[in-house]
């Protein structure tokens, strides 16, 4: 874990040097802080996908999306039906991408495909998304 706060956490970067005539403005050290979305998500998603919590907890806390790729790491909860991990990944995310967007009703759809009826009435009911006729033909 403390390699991947190190990994997280600010990188100082040189400014400009002296020879390029250091303005006033511009600081010494720049303080920039590494991405936790980098590589679209997989970091998160292999977190999720090994049941991870800790390093779930502080990829979220650091800003990574759970919506990177498709919502693979939503998928990987859903498909283990573990639906306080889904409910801790949704609730990172901005709930107007999910309720009329498309990646909201692929993710209720692969929840009723793989039977997770509690997490399929979680998007319709808590999140507002509205399925589509195929999923409600799979609901049945």
Known sequence: MAFLRYLLGPIELPGPSPDQGLKSDQPLNLRECGDPDSHRGYFLARAVHLNHE??????LAHGASPLEKDGVAVKFAIGRKDER?????ISK???????F???GQELLKYSVKVDAR?????????????????????LR
Do not use: W
């Not at 991990?85 to 990944?89: D, G, I, P, S, T």
């Open 54 to 59: 800790p390093l779930v907890d502080l990829l």
């Open 101 to 103: 967007g498309s990646l």
């Open 85 to 89: 991990m889904v409910r801790k990944l």
């Open 118 to 138: 509690d997490i399929a009435y979680f998007f319709i009911r808590e999140q507002r998304v509205a399925p589509n006729l195929e999923t409600l033909r799979l």
């Open 93 to 99: 995310c901005h709930t107007s991408d999910l309720q």
